[in-house]
């Protein structure tokens, strides 16, 4: 991952050591007095980098889309009296006495934030569940992870020489755009398609191939979890000595 290419996807399978490539980068880049976002998926994935960083010094922020669109959001309105949440109590209120759950509603909110085609199976009744449902948010003063990262499309953030995200495999296409719109002269995105498990909030799987045409790739091809055929002949052996 010693690139410096302006768009750059690392690909590479479980044990491949993803995560430490992401901080090495980050660590080089720092000795190079470059200014560097770490964005993730989840929280353990940052904290896993964090802590790799901490344990060399390195002060790089490194951030959740989610947690970072919210900070941007901040930077840019005044909504301290709107709160993140998951939103569940809003949906059981939402969905009371009515034939759509709320994984349904929920649903419907992930495929409206990322363009997803609505099938048929959408009825009229969802639509108008949907919109009671953004209603209810605005007046209880909360914003739904989606709300968060679709309302930061755009707006004005500070300059990074080079954001990496890792999980990039699990990007939904919201999230996507809301990275793209950042400020940045290179943007690496490390991750693996075979592990993506998010369609059911409507990641695409295949998001980082139909990605690759537009970067440069490179691929992390050792395991550090798979033990080599080499070694499983030598342990075979060793039993009959």
């Not at 992870?145 to 930061?152: E, K, N, Q, T």
């Not at 440069?216 to 075979?236: G, I, P």
Request: hydrophobic fraction near 45%; aromatic fraction near 8%; charged fraction near 25%.
């Amino acid at each position: 991952m010693n690139s410096r290419s302006p768009r750059l996807l690392c690909l590479a399978g479980g044990g491949c050591g993803k995560t430490l490539a992401v901080a090495e980068r980050v660590v080089n880049l720092h000795s190079e007095g470059k200014n560097v976002l770490v964005l993730a998926f989840t929280n353990s994935a940052v904290s896993v980098i964090t802590e790799r960083l901490r344990e060399r010094d390195v002060p790089v922020p490194v951030r959740t889309v989610v947690s970072f669109a919210w900070e941007v959001l901040r930077d840019n309105y005044e909504i301290d009296n709107f709160a993140i949440s998951d939103c569940d109590d809003v949906l059981e209120r939402v969905v009371a006495r009515t034939p759509v759950s709320k994984s349904q509603l929920r649903l419907f909110e992930s495929a409206v934030a990322n363009g997803a085609p609505i099938s048929r199976e959408w009825s009229h009744s969802l639509v108008e569940l949907f919109d009671k449902f953004v209603k209810a948010k605005r007046e209880l003063g909360l914003l739904s992870f989606v709300d968060v990262v679709m309302g930061a499309i755009d707006l004005p953030v500070e300059h990074y020489d080079e954001v990496i995200v890792d999980e990039a495999q699990d990007l939904t296409a919201s999230q996507l755009a809301f990275i793209n719109g950042l400020s940045f002269d290179r943007l690496t995105l490390v991750g693996d398609a075979e592990q993506s498990i998010f369609g059911f909030a409507g990641v695409d799987g295949q998001l980082l191939n139909k990605l690759s045409p537009d970067f440069d790739v490179c691929y992390l091809t050792r395991s550090f979890r798979a033990v080599s055929y080499t070694h499983l002949r030598a342990h075979e052996t060793s039993l009959h000595l």
